[in-house]
């Protein structure tokens, strides 16, 4: 029931694997809630204690079973863990991030990047592809935390990162890690490369006239569109454009028109099933 969670000191933070993970910014409890709206369950954990100074962050839930027969969906039971990251715990304001684990009920230690960040990264809807989160900033900044290796590094985005709301980092063709980026009409895409010297490099992939997919004819004149939000399962993208918010199958480029009107700065997409003899909340 997320009713309970619903108060204007509560901001969602990420959808994953059938959970939904919501921030509690009210001091001086501060906690994170991790929801399972199928089932109704909620666990609450306590904010570690360096990111009780600032309350912006951004956040991640996912599944922690790699079993390889299981399937990303039906999680209920299966043990999850939780990221946070913030630039405000550190006196130089380097990316911090830390790790939850449900199988042992405890944070991990601090993981910073080595050098601070001087952009805006707050609340940024992120993306998993393998075991690596990515969070785009600005000022052409890409926050890359690998959770295998436990460490957060920054690196270079395609030129162009400088506004909220207009870049997400998507799945590429390959599987690899692409970035899909608004401009005016259309969505350029990029796909990310790392040279012989590990560098990592974006690489042109193509350009998609947004005119053409939506059918709009490109002479209406409106607010400029902006990216909301993004599935990696699914491989879809939530775009608000003239008016209308669509939701956009980034490999086949169909698209559905979910509704007319004003858009939320960011969506989180849910997806969830349940395997017969599962408990439903209300049900």
């Not at 108060?7 to 921030?23: A, E, I, K, P, Q």
């Not at 570690?48 to 962050?57: L, M």
């Not at 799945?171 to 005016?184: C, N």
């Not at 699914?234 to 480029?253: A, R, T, W």
Request: hydrophobic share 35%.
């Amino acid at each position: 029931d997320l009713e309970r969670c619903n108060h204007h000191s509560n901001v969602v933070l990420d959808c994953r694997h059938g959970h939904v993970l919501v921030y509690n910014t009210l001091p001086p409890r501060q906690d994170i809630i991790v929801c399972d709206p199928i089932t109704g369950d909620q666990r609450r954990l306590p904010v570690p204690p360096e990111f009780k100074k600032f309350y912006p962050v951004n956040g991640a839930v996912f599944c922690a079973d790699d079993a390889h027969d299981h399937v990303h969906g039906s999680c209920h039971s299966s043990p999850f863990k939780v990221a946070l990251m913030s630039k405000y715990v550190r006196d130089n304001h380097s990316p911090t991030a830390c790790v939850y684990s449900s199988d042992t009920g405890t944070w991990g230690k601090l993981i910073s990047a080595t050098k601070p960040y001087v952009g805006d990264c707050a609340y940024i809807h992120g993306t998993l592809i393998g075991n690596v989160l990515y969070w785009v900033s600005m000022r052409d900044i890409i926050l890359q935390f690998n959770l295998n290796q436990q460490s957060l590094s920054m690196i270079e985005g395609p030129p162009g990162l400088d506004e909220r709301c207009r870049d997400q980092i998507v799945k590429a063709e390959d599987g690899g890690v692409g970035l899909a980026q608004l401009s005016k009409y259309s969505i350029q895409m990029w796909q990310m490369k790392v040279n012989c010297e590990g560098v990592p490099m974006w690489l042109f992939w193509k350009i998609v006239d947004m005119h053409n997919i939506l059918g709009i004819s490109p002479h209406v004149k409106r607010n400029r569109g902006r990216l909301l939000g993004y599935d990696e399962d699914s491989n879809v993208i939530f775009l608000y454009m003239h008016g209308s918010v669509y939701m956009v199958k980034l490999k086949s480029m169909q698209f559905n028109k979910l509704y007319e009107g004003a858009y939320h700065i960011n969506y989180h997409p849910f997806k969830s099933f349940c395997a017969p003899g599962t408990t439903i909340a209300g049900g």
